[in-house]
């Protein structure tokens, strides 16, 4: 039994407009940034060339948002304020929509659960302003102001206190105003932002200038820093109507959580399940696990190809061919990071020269603390005599051994190897500092590449006596089946088996005690969860990268010069030798000039 059913019928009755619009500012507005990020792309819809907002007690007492756009007409402002008005769609076709804004939701919602002031004047018009309080809309008057429209929102929530308790502090808030000013600042360079907070600006992107290409370069140095420029692929793919442009950042330049991961469509700028999966399988064997990849990314396609009607808060989307949009992305990275060759960030070197800090020198009561024999003493000062007294802890001289000048040009990438120290590192003489290559790791990617090239031209598959008979549901069973072509070119061959069963008939080769069962339920839940898979992929990816690790040269192992060098160059030609299978770097490299500097020889 139901113990919330009425004792008596319920009367059906009509909710009134104010009720029905702070329902519906219950999925508009979630918390002040929301209402800032509707404001804001009102301003953009208008074509605003700079935006100014000013925010008080993380937005909860105040939110003004100023532009220079188009501005309204007075007898507008009412209408504006009515729901399910706008200026952006005519109606007639859902799917071609060009603009941010397009529901005729936002100001409605605003003006139902705070005290909304709008104050516009249109170009060659007359200013006016209009007020709502908790959905109370007083008519418009007279009021003096520049082209363009200044909205004020002040105390958010207070129609509705109980939203209120579920706001988070003031300088949480401020975090998310300012998160969703930049997100959309990098989505239009060619416009200029400002963000205060409680009277202190927190945020500045002035108007960037040049074409869309350098626009967006330079705003993004300006709002992910000049770090995340400088380790980028610029990224630039076409396909089934459908472009990418953008900049991933290289695999060793991650982070330990998805922040700095930004995905556009059509310039807006959305969190879709589908999309961000398909940046995790661009980076697949380039990352450690736990870090996350930083990239920008912007979509572009015709609006019938995407709906984004899709949630009031528009903050997903629709493809109307999801697998190309995912198809697109995953290749445009994997051909970009391949493209990248042995590049590596340049914060590994930076974090190499922070490990170089000056300790002080220790008191002189320690410092006669090993006290060097006569015969060490005369050999400190004979270069041509052999040192035998060595402090203690030192049972035999260092692992260092240092080579004849190189007969390789230094001009190349990673230079000329010059000395292996720890039978493990590499160093190297470039023209304008040194590298230093972790001979294992470099060595392994190199491997793990050769043996991925290999598996391309198709992967051994070993068949099964007895096939393995999987009972799915129906619907998992057609969703399975319909991707069964892609699992066969990894070497998992599937059939339909009667009802909702499918029988595997082959595995790959080399996965030699696979649990299908359990495989194809996690493929299932990553196709109900992303649309699309990589866990087969990941996992012959897995076993190739550990035959690769055992058959890469050891660390402890002797390399004559020519070994060194021959690495060094194989590591030039090869894709991806930047890191190495687990996501660490497989070299770093000092600039002569960063060398200088920790001795005190330059300024």
């Known amino acids: 039994m139901n113990s919330h059913a009425p004792h008596i019928r319920p009367v059906i009755r009509q909710l009134d407009e104010a009720t029905a619009n702070r329902i519906a500012a219950g999925e508009v507005v979630e918390r002040p940034a929301s209402a800032v990020k509707e404001l804001v792309e009102n301003a953009l819809d208008a074509g605003a060339t700079r935006i100014d907002i000013a925010i008080e007690d993380g937005g909860k007492r105040l939110i003004r948002v100023c532009d220079d756009g188009w501005g309204m007409l007075p007898e ?56 709502v309080s908790g959905g109370k809309v007083t ?77 967006f370069h330079a705003r993004l140095s300006r709002v992910m820093g000049r770090d995340f420029i400088d380790n980028v692929i610029a990224l630039d793919a076409e396909r089934d109507g459908l472009s990418l442009t953008g900049f991933a950042a290289l695999p060793t330049y991650s982070r330990g959580a998805a922040v700095a991961q930004h995905v556009y469509v059509n310039g807006r700028p959305v969190r879709d399940k589908l ?105 400190s000062l004979d270069l041509q005599a052999p040192v035998t007294d060595l402090a203690p802890g030192f049972a035999e001289a260092p692992s260092a051994r240092a080579e004849e ?54 992967i051994a598959r070993q068949a099964l006596l007895i096939p393995e008979i999987v009972d799915l549901p129906p619907a998992d069973a057609a969703r399975i089946l319909a991707i069964a072509e892609d699992l066969a070119a990894l070497g998992l061959v599937i059939e339909p088996f009667g009802g909702g069963a499918v029988a595997v008939r082959e595995t790959p080769a080399m996965l030699a005690r696979l649990d299908t069962a359990a495989l194809i339920h996690d493929i299932l839940d990553d196709l109900a969860d992303q649309g699309a898979s990589d866990r087969l992929r990941g996992r012959i990816d897995a076993v190739l990268s550990s035959m690769a690790c055992h058959g890469s040269v050891r660390s402890g192992r002797r390399m004559t ?21 687990h996501g660490r770097p497989t070299w770093v490299k000092l600039r002569l000039s960063d060398i200088e500097r920790l001795f005190g020889r330059s300024g």
């Open 76 to 131: 507008d402002l009412p209408l504006a304020l009515a729901r399910h008005a706008t200026s952006k769609i005519d109606g007639s076709d859902l799917l071609a929509i060009r603009s941010f804004g397009f529901r005729g939701e936002a100001l409605p919602s605003l003006g139902a659960v705070g005290r909304l002031t709008i104050t516009s004047r249109a170009r060659g018009g007359d200013g006016a302003v209009i007020a």
């Open 139 to 215: 008519p418009p008057r007279p009021a003096a102001a520049n082209p363009g429209t200044v909205v004020e929102l002040r105390d958010l929530f207070f129609a509705t206190p109980a939203r209120l308790k579920f706001l988070r502090g003031d300088r949480a808030e401020t975090m998310a105003v300012a998160e969703c000013v930049r997100r959309l600042a990098m989505a239009e360079p060619h416009v200029g932002f400002s963000l205060t907070a409680d009277g202190k600006e927190v945020f500045r992107a002035d108007a960037e200038q040049g074409d869309l290409f350098d626009a």
């Open 275 to 379: 999309l961000t999966g398909a940046l995790r399988a661009g980076y697949m064997d380039v990352l450690a696990s736990g870090r996350h990849p930083a990239a920008v990314l912007y979509l572009s396609c015709d609006p019938q190809l995407v709906d984004v009607n899709v949630h009031p808060a528009k903050a997903e989307v629709r493809f109307r061919d999801p697998q190309a949009a995912r198809g697109l992305v995953v290749s445009a990275l994997r051909h970009g990071l391949a493209g990248a060759g042995h590049r590596a960030s340049s914060t590994v070197g930076d974090a190499t020269l922070a490990a170089f800090a000056v300790e002080p020198a220790a008191p002189r009561a320690y410092q006669m603390d090993y006290r060097p024999s006569a015969r060490a003493i005369r050999a």
């Open 405 to 458: 000048p190189p007969t390789v040009p230094i001009d190349a990438p990673l230079g000329a190897a010059r000395a292996q120290i720890h039978e493990n590192y590499i160093i190297a003489q470039t023209k304008d500092g040194l590298v230093i290559v972790d001979q294992h790791a470099a060595h392994e990617r190199l491997v793990y590449e050769r043996l991925k090239a290999q598996a391309a031209g198709g």
């Open 561 to 581: 010069a020519e070994e060194m060098n021959a690495l060094l160059r194989d590591m030039e030609r090869t894709p991806k030798s930047g890191q190495c299978n």
